[in-house]
């Protein structure tokens, strides 16, 4: 996992060099960052989603009851909707810093 982090880092720095007319830290351009960010981390999301998935799905099939396997769903959905928030926010600030960087502010 590492190793991928530094690629993404990579993907969002040049991300800044490439965009750094358009992600300025003005409404239009703070949500073009974000969702250029957004973009890019929707892949990593679907790789933590394959990697997780069997392992929750064995632990949830251990709890008895339809409302408690839907409370441990639901928290799941929550918890990776949270981590891509999180992601897509982090690397936005990251891809905006290149950009400002790039504009020589």
Known sequence: MQMQ????????????????KIF??????????????????????????????EKFDSMRSRRTGSVSQKKETRGYWIRIGRLYLFRSCA?????????????GA
């Open 5 to 20: 982090t530094i690629w993404y880092v990579l993907i969002h720095v040049s991300l800044g060099l490439i965009g750094w």
């Open 91 to 103: 690397y936005a600030l990251l891809t905006l810093f290149v950009a400002w960087l790039m504009r």
């Open 24 to 53: 300025t830290f003005t409404n239009q351009g703070v949500l073009a960052a974000f969702a250029a960010c957004a973009g890019v981390q929707a892949w990593p999301m679907y790789e933590m989603y394959r990697l997780t998935w």
